[in-house]
């Protein structure tokens, strides 16, 4: 156990021109938190007023420290990756769903940049210990947990709770703590490297589906726990307390009169049904008569918690109780990717096995399509096995064995559905529902071309959180169009809800959900920070940071091309096309698709590749970037 003080504080990662005693600038603390698990030292960094508005914060930080700071090629398991968790300038202010982090690592799933986003009490306390960011790096001899407790870093033994699931080890942890810490931790699928392994923080809330649960778990890492005691610094206090004080309140207004308050993310089930976009037998189906009986209003009617994170009213978190009697925590992707995907339509055994994804510590998403994609390799007999399609207990096994990687089939499941299919071979690469290795959310694109290309260019693999243009395309769009337009729209969406709030970093479903103005942000921005931005003065930053995110994934693989930007043949395949409903005999055309691809590179100024040009990358103050990254690869 190695205990320090405030030891070697104060390198400086570019400087603020600030004396060392005043360490703070208006909405950030301006200290970075470095750990370094192998040698049991810390130390802390200061970032300048320049770094600051120039990245902002959360996946601003996060992708520019893990550009400047990781080798290429590193294994993503090993000791030389770095786990990252940052905040931002209006992250854990007492103003509409504050409660949000990023937590960010090389991807042990994609071996490109990766991240998620978590509900956590870490957010404010780690702002009021002092820190915008931590970053954690080497590996420990032992199970451990990093404490820290404003100035005071400790490390100390987890061997009591190694191998226990996230619930038991939330719990140890609360009875060592007040319940006020901010804690993340890991399951056993963390601890055993799952790749698509989670960070989960408080009850329901869940982090980093491509495999920051598995880097923490490389570290022996088991948990991280924050307590801090310090003001914010903001511009305004006085001020920004009355604003977030009145905003909390409104919103909060206009939630209770939604239906968003009933059903969450849930609602959106029924909606996905209707128009053929849900995932039924590993994505083979688009919606089934026995939808219902998992959808929203059965959800709503058997609530029997709510769960939410901090400084939030809208309290998405919906639990109803498993099939063993126990609380599970169930969202649209959740019930879409556990249940119609492999054809579970009972509520209960849905929610046993999201309660299990949730204590092992597994995402849900790419755990609803590992299972089904298993199932469907077994039925179109590319691997040998016993029928699993609507199996729940035979599901539950084997999520335990991917879990812990036991047996040949636990263990190369564990590594998802891209490697998995390489393994089983007789084309099943073709069914295996991914971008870039990582699985797609519960979203079945066979003819929803914007949001199929939403997933394609997802800068962390296939995550529909970047780009919601479902909803828009399907209802508002000729849904067969492949037009320009909804390559804007997708750009547009990135920059909101990619740049934006993972960079601010807030939750952005008072915006999604209940129509909360995008107005709001720029106004906490400058309440806190003292400045004078509009919404428009910040896509250039989300801009930069998408292209960074591209030079990351194109050291990593420099003979990359637009390939890398499609969804899985099945979408594209005549054969898999639906025999009856709304979009019978329609499929993804490929020509099309790959127009509709040129049209998002030409608006982003990529090249045919997909890469940021030198000039866009100029443009966006990346020019230092870009001639680094000519010793990789060539840029147009
Ligand atoms: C997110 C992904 C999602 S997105 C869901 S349901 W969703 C799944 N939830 C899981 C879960 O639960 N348990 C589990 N073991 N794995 C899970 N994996 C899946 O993780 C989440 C909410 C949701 S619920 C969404 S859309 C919004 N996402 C936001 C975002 O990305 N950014 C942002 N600024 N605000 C957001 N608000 C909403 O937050 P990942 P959370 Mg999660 C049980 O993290 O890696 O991004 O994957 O964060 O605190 O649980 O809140 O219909
Ligand atoms: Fe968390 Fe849901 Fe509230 Fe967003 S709306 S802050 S995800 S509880």
Redesign the pocket.
């Known amino acids: 156990m190695a205990f320090w003080t405030r030891a070697d504080a104060l390198s400086t990662v570019g400087r603020d021109n600030r004396c060392e005693d005043e360490l703070t600038m208006d909405g950030w603390t301006g200290q970075i938190l470095r750990v370094n698990l192998t040698n049991g030292t810390h130390r802390v960094e200061t970032f300048s007023e320049e770094f600051a508005t120039t990245w902002i914060g959360?996946r601003g930080f996060a992708v520019k420290i893990l550009y400047d700071e990781l080798a290429p090629g590193i294994d993503p398991l090993g000791p030389d990756n770095k786990l990252v968790v940052a905040v931002g300038p209006i992250s854990g202010i007492p103003a509409p769903?504050t409660?949000?982090t990023i937590?960010a690592a090389k991807s042990p799933a994609t071996g490109g940049y990766g991240?998620?986003?978590?509900?956590?009490r870490v957010t404010d306390q780690l702002r009021k210990a002092g820190y915008d960011a931590l970053i954690v790096e080497g590996r420990a001899e032992r199970p451990t947990m990093l404490v820290i407790d404003d100035d005071r870093v400790e490390l100390q033994s987890a061997e009591e709770v190694w191998g226990k699931g996230t619930i038991e080890t939330n719990d140890w942890i609360y009875a060592r703590y007040n319940k006020g810490v901010g804690v993340l931790n890991i399951g056993q699928g963390g601890e055993n490297m799952v790749n698509f392994a989670?960070i989960?923080?408080?009850e329901?809330?869940?982090?980093?589906?491509?495999g920051?649960g598995a880097v923490m778990g490389s570290k022996l890492l088991k948990a991280i726990v924050v307590k801090g005691s310090k003001p914010i610094p903001q511009a305004f206090p006085a001020k920004m307390k009355e604003l977030g004080r009145d905003d909390l309140r409104e919103v909060h207004q206009i939630d209770k009169e939604a239906a968003w308050s009933q059903q969450?993310?849930t609602g959106?089930l029924s909606w996905c049904n209707e128009v053929a976009a849900l995932p039924v037998h590993n994505f083979r189906g688009t919606s089934h008569p026995d939808a219902w009986m998992v959808d929203g209003e059965r959800v709503h009617a058997a609530r029997v918690a709510t769960y939410g994170?901090p400084n939030c009213t809208m309290r998405?978190?919906i639990a109803v109780l498993d099939d063993e009697g126990r609380e599970?925590?169930?969202?649209?992707?959740?019930i879409g990717l556990l249940g119609p995907n492999l054809d579970l339509y009972n509520l209960p055994e849905v929610g046993a096995l999201?309660y299990l994804?949730?204590d092992?510590?597994?995402?849900?998403?790419?755990?609803g399509g590992v299972l089904g994609f298993y199932a469907d390799a077994i039925e179109r007999g590319a691997t040998p096995g016993e029928p699993l399609f609507g199996d729940a207990a035979g599901f539950k096994k084997l999520l335990g064995k991917i879990a812990h990687r036991e047996g040949e089939i636990g263990n190369l499941l564990a590594d998802g559905v891209l490697r998995a299919a390489r393994a089983f071979g007789h084309g099943s690469e073709d069914y295996a529902m991914q971008v870039k290795g990582l699985e797609i959310?519960?979203y079945n694109c066979k003819f929803i071309p914007g949001m199929a290309l939403a997933f394609g260019v997802s800068p962390i693999g296939a995550?529909?959180?970047e780009s919601w243009i479902i909803t828009y395309e399907v209802n508002q769009t000729p849904r067969e169009s492949y037009g320009r337009d909804k390559a804007q729209k997708i750009v547009d969406l990135q920059r909101i809800?990619g740049g934006l709030?993972?960079s601010?970093?807030?939750?952005?479903?008072p915006w999604?959900e209940i129509g909360w103005g995008a107005e709001h942000y720029p106004i906490y921005f400058n309440t806190i920070t003292g400045n004078d931005w509009k919404l428009e003065d910040f896509w250039p930053i989300s801009d930069r940071i998408y292209a960074l995110i591209k030079l990351f994934w194109l050291r990593e693989y420099p003979d990359t091309d637009r390939s890398a930007d499609y969804p899985p043949a099945a979408w594209f395949d005549p054969a898999n096309a639906d025999t009856e409903g709304p979009i019978a005999g329609r499929i993804l055309e490929r020509d099309k698709y790959d127009s509709l691809l040129q049209h998002y590179y030409d608006i982003r100024g990529y090249d045919v590749r997909g890469v940021p040009t030198r000039a866009t990358l100029e443009s966006l103050g990346l020019g230092a970037e870009a001639a680094a990254a000519e010793a990789h690869a060539t840029l147009l």
């Not at 991240?115 to 956590?120: A, F, P, S």
């Open positions: 959360g769903n409660g949000k937590v991240d998620g986003n978590l509900g956590t989670v989960r923080s408080l329901g809330r869940s982090g980093g589906r491509p920051m969450g993310t959106v994170c998405c978190g599970a925590e169930v969202d649209y992707e959740n999201n994804c949730d092992y510590g597994l995402d849900t998403i790419s755990a959310s519960a995550h529909h959180k809800r709030f993972e601010l970093i807030t939750c952005r479903f999604v």
